[in-house]
Structures are given as C-alpha cells and as structure tokens.
C-alpha cells in the first residue's frame, strides 16, 4: 500500500458553514514546538497510508456490525482570505454524510441498533476509521463512537453530541492580567472553563441500556486542557466537543 510521509502533525479546530452541505474551512495545526524529534531516528516520521480504492466490479459496500459509511465532505482550498492552497496544504475534512450503516451490535441478551440514520451530517474524530475510494468518491468506514455528534443546522451550537459526549460552549479568554497588562491573542491562556449547551444520550451499560450523563445543560463545568475536538460557530464563538469523563467539575 501506497503512503506519504509528513514530519509532525496536529488538529484541534474546525469552523463550519453550510451550503446545501457542510464545509469544513479552518483547522488550526499545533505549533512547531508540539512536535518532538529523536536524535537517535532523526528519519522517523509520521506515515499516513493512502485511501483503500475499491475497484468498479463492485457496486456496493455494506458495513457490518456497529459501523458506518460516511461520504466525505470536500477538502478546502481556499484560505478565508481566498488564497489557493496547493493539494498537500488542504485541510483534511473531519465530517460528511451517513450513507450506510451496519446491523447493530449485542451487548448481552439485547440488540442495539445504529443510533444514526442514513442521510444525517455527522462530525467523526479525527483520525478515526478506514479512507475507502468507492464509486470515484472518498468515504470513511468507522464504528457509531467514533462520531462526535449530528449537525441539524448550519452552525456548530445546534450539534447533538452523541454516547458520553457534550458540548460546551468556551468561555472568553482573560484580556488582561491580574496586575493590569493587556494581553495579545498570542498570549492570551486557553480557557478550560465553559457551559454545557447540549449533553448526549450517555453511555451503553452491560445490558445494552443508556446511562444519563451526570452533567445537563446550562451548567458551568471546568473540563481537561488538552481534550475533545475544538469548534468555532458561525458568529466566531468557540466550543469544544468532549467525552463527560473529561470534564473534571461543576462550578456555581
């Protein structure tokens, strides 16, 4: 199988609009100092496998089990301020439509069912499943926890976060420091405090039934640092996507 090297790689943040589809314009990358190279294996690096192509002669795929097909979105190739991006500085699309899914898996005694339907707008972890080319189109096959929720609008606040996972809505960042000094975006500290706006339907347990989540909506929450994937909404408002165990406390 075919495969490209890249040097050092990292993803936190997607913006979205919506056309009669989703775009995924705006990936912030981690900073340079986020990658560490081995003075031992100074050629070691990052692979990325290429996209298994399934050949004409079949016409069609069917996930199995707690599976789904997802026809990728387009990767951008503008920048915002309309530059043309070559092919290797595109960003990587992290959302599309269901277009399949498996039979459900059996926890226990009981049959569950793929919670998603066919046709939805879904956003998926980010480097969660198998890239499979079919009828000249990129898709994704992945299992139902790897999607971080549904898009029912064109704007990130109206996501259904689905299993364990919330979404929250980031707090501003401090301008100014204690002693008065205004500070600039660059060293402005990265919130870990926000409000929960919307909670998913919890977890599975052993015998196949939802757990409610211990947090709701419209609470105040401090969450882990460095977790869940990073969104911005249509009016330039943050939010990020975590699993509940991420989220450390309740503040009032």
Sequence with gaps: MSSVQLSCAGVAAVAFTKNGSTSFDRLRL???SACVCSSRRPSRSLVVRAATVVTPKYTSLKPLGDRVLVK?????????????LPSTAQSK???GEIIAVGEGKTI??????VSVQIGSEVVYSKYAGTEVEFNDAKHL???EDDIIGILETNDVKDMKPLSDRVLIKVAEAEDKTAGGLILTETTKEKPSIGTVVAVGPGP?????????LSVSAGSTVLYSKYAGSEFKGADGTNYIVLRVSDVMAALS
Aim: charged share 35%; hydrophobic share 30%.
């Design 141 to 143: 096959l992945l299992k």
């Design 108 to 113: 226990g005694d009981k049959k569950v069912e």
């Design 72 to 84: 990728l979105g387009a990767a951008e190739e503008k920048t915002v301020g309309g530059i043309l």
């Design 30 to 32: 981690a900073p340079p």
């Design 93 to 95: 699309p992290q959302g």
């Design 204 to 212: 599975l347990d052993d015998e196949g039934k939802r757990q409610p």
